[in-house]
C-alpha cells in the first residue's frame, strides 16, 4: 500500500521561505510522477509544481521562479521549496503520485495517492 506524508507546514511573512517535504512508503517515489497541490477556492484542487523522471519539472504560472520541486530517490522524498512566499500562497498544500507517465500539470483525477495535506500561511 502506498502513503504519502507530508512534513508539517508552517506560517511566515511574506517574502520569506518554506520547505514541504513528502515520504512515500510502501513503494518508491521514482516510481511515479509526483505533484504538489493546493485546495485553493476553487472547487479543484491546483497543482502548481509536478515532476516526472522523463521530462523533468512544471509548474504553474502562480509559482513559477519562486517554487522548486525537487525528488530524492534514495530516501523516497519529494520536496517543494518555496521562496519569495506572498499572501495568496496561503493554502492547504497536497502531495500526489501518479503513473511515471504523466506529464506536466495534471488535473488531481489523474493522481492515485494523496497525502492528508499540510497548511501554509503567509502574512502580510
Known amino acids: 500500500q502506498v502513503r504519502l506524508e507530508e512534513s508539517q507546514g508552517g506560517s511566515v511573512q511574506a517574502g520569506g521561505s518554506l520547505r514541504l517535504s513528502c515520504i512515500v512508503s510502501?513503494?518508491?517515489?521514482?516510481?511515479?510522477?509526483m505533484a504538489w497541490f493546493r485546495q485553493g477556492t476553487a472547487q479543484e484542487r491546483e497543482a502548481v509544481a509536478a515532476i516526472n523522471k522523463y521530462t523533468g519539472a512544471a509548474y504553474a504560472d502562480s509559482v513559477k521562479g519562486r517554487f522548486t520541486i525537487s525528488q530524492d530517490n534514495a530516501e523516497s522524498m519529494v520536496y517543494l521549496q518555496m521562496d519569495n512566499l506572498k499572501p495568496e500562497d496561503t493554502d492547504i498544500y497536497y502531495c500526489?503520485?501518479?503513473?511515471?507517465?504523466?506529464?506536466?500539470?495534471?488535473?488531481?483525477?489523474?493522481?492515485?495517492?494523496w497525502g492528508r495535506g499540510t497548511q501554509v500561511t503567509v502574512s502580510s
Open positions: 500526489a503520485a501518479a503513473d511515471p507517465e504523466l506529464t506536466g500539470l495534471a488535473a488531481p483525477g489523474w493522481y492515485q495517492y
Open positions: 510502501g513503494d518508491s517515489a521514482d516510481n511515479y510522477a
